[in-house]
Nanobody, 124 residues
Framework: QVHLVESGGGSAQAGGSLRLSCAAS????????MGWFRQAPGKEREFVAA????????VFADSVKGRFTISRDSAKNTMYLQMNSLKPDDTAVYYC?????????????????WGQGTQVTVSS
């Protein structure tokens, strides 16, 4: 069974940076893609970024392109989300998720396993 644990959330000023980590365990992820989603208070959960575990191919939401990068360390079974030039609108609970199949996807319904989330708060 896939187990995902996020860490690295916290508070930052607008324009600052944070790096989130997602430690994955439970199986080999060579045939998986993993993604980051976020949910702000009163809003629906939305896609942020995704990565193919095998190829490293990535997909980003338009709202974070050029500011966020996604990467993975296969040796550590850990995925990262580097968030730069943070904005107050980035405030949300950030979730990592895993899907069978190596093609990264922005579709939340394609992801089978989810972490518990980590809070990111950006102040102006």
């Amino acid at each position: 069974q896939v187990h995902l644990v996020e860490s690295g959330g916290g508070s930052a000023q607008a324009g600052g940076s944070l790096r989130l980590s997602c430690a994955a365990s439970g199986r080999s992820f060579s045939n998986y893609a993993m993604g980051w989603f976020r949910q702000a208070p009163g809003k629906e959960r939305e896609f942020v970024a995704a990565i193919s575990w095998s190829s490293g191919g990535t997909v980003f939401a338009d709202s974070v392109k050029g500011r966020f990068t996604i990467s993975r360390d296969s040796a550590k079974n850990t995925m990262y989300l580097q968030m730069n030039s943070l904005k107050p609108d980035d405030t949300a609970v950030y979730y990592c998720a895993a899907k069978w199949g190596s093609t990264p996807s922005s579709s939340m319904g394609r992801y089978d396993d989810w972490g518990q989330g980590t809070q990111v708060t950006v102040s102006s």
